[in-house]
């Protein structure tokens, strides 16, 4: 089959920094033709398009949009927020694939599947959607690669402890002496580009991806010292304060259900992983917590000089 129409990215209008706009930005400077796929037409739907991107509106979980949005490309990056609509809409995403006959699918998932069994999930729905996604995916006989990305430093470490940060120096958060390897987007998203940009060696493998260092939180917390020139330390907060914050921020129950999880997950060091998918995709190792919060010295209340 011809190979030579646009390569389709769901979830791409994402924030600043998220896997699908990123995969936008990094497939149009190859100079390979991109349809992004957001929600709504915004701000963010008007950049990528002036990036120069094909940009479609529909939803995920609307299977005449997806067949609207599919048709005519021969890869699709799928991926979308942490949502209770993910299961149907993978598998929305698989049924058209098959019938509109893709040659690449790189599915986005989460790291912990890889300890998920029948008799073994977790208690987050989103893990177990992402589970039973990839098991409809193996029945579908699609052309699949799958990504199972460890916690993201932009999606979760970001927005949850910059505050916290910014306001008193300290990482606050429920994850005991647990050991964690947190992955940036930035290196999640260069895995999905070069995997788009020519899928044929990646097609049917999974690729595990954190970062260079699992260490426990005295030691991301270091590294946010290092990185911002002042002094940060970790401070273990009870589960239960923690959820009542996530409850405070008004986030929808499925999310704050899957976060919670994975804290629960990361006290009970199952976060602990170590996998060189960046690496052995790309080339390049994957960055650190140090360089990431370098990255973002603002965001955390500045960097002393
Ligand atoms: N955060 C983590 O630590 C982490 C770790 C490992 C894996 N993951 C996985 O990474 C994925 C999230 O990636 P991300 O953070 O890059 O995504 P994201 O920015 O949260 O979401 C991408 C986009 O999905 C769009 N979207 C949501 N529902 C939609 C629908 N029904 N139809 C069309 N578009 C829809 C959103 O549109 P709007 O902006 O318009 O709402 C959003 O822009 C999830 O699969 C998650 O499980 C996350």
Redesign the pocket.
């Known amino acids: 089959m011809a190979d030579n129409g646009p390569i389709l990215i769901?979830?791409a209008?994402?924030?600043l920094g998220?896997?699908?706009r990123t995969v936008t930005g990094l497939l149009l400077d190859r100079g390979l033709p991109v349809r992004a796929?957001?929600?709504?037409e915004d701000d963010r739907a008007e950049t990528l398009r002036a990036a120069g991107a094909e940009v479609v509106v529909?939803?995920?979980?609307e299977p005449a949009d997806v067949y609207r949005v599919v048709s005519g490309c021969r890869r699709v990056y799928f991926?979308?927020?942490?949502?209770a609509?993910y299961l149907e809409?993978t598998v929305t995403m698989a049924t058209v694939a098959r019938e509109v006959g893709v040659n690449a699918l790189v599915n986005?998932s989460?790291m912990t599947v890889s300890q998920m069994s029948i008799q073994n999930t977790t208690p987050s729905p989103?893990q177990r959607q992402?589970w039973l996604g990839e098991q409809a995916l193996a029945w579908s006989g699609l052309p699949v690669v799958i990504i199972r990305?460890?916690?993201?430093l932009d999606?979760?470490f970001l927005p949850l402890t910059s505050p916290s940060v910014r306001d008193r120096s300290r990482i606050e958060l429920p994850f005991g002496r647990g050991k964690t390897s947190p992955v940036s987007?930035a290196d999640v998203a260069r895995v999905v580009a070069t995997v788009l940009a020519e899928p044929g060696p990646h097609l049917g493998r999974i690729y595990e991806l954190t970062g260079p260092r699992s260490q426990d939180m005295d030691g991301v917390a270091r590294e946010y010292s290092e990185a911002l020139n002042r002094e940060v330390t970790y401070v273990d907060i009870p589960p239960e304060e923690w959820e009542q914050g996530l409850k405070k921020l008004g986030l929808p129950e499925h999310l704050t259900h899957h976060l919670v999880t994975m804290a629960e997950l990361n006290r009970a060091g199952r976060y602990d992983r170590m996998a060189d998918g960046v690496e052995r995709v790309t080339g390049r190792p994957a960055m650190g917590v140090r360089e990431f919060v370098s990255l973002h010295p603002d965001e955390f209340g500045g960097r002393r000089s």
């Not at 991926?79 to 949502?83: F, Q, R």
């Not at 990305?149 to 993201?152: G, M, S």
């Open positions: 769901t979830g209008a994402g924030q998220a896997v699908g796929m957001v929600r709504h529909g939803d995920l979980l991926g979308m927020s942490v949502s609509g809409a986005m989460q989103q992402h990305p460890t916690v993201f999606g979760f987007t």
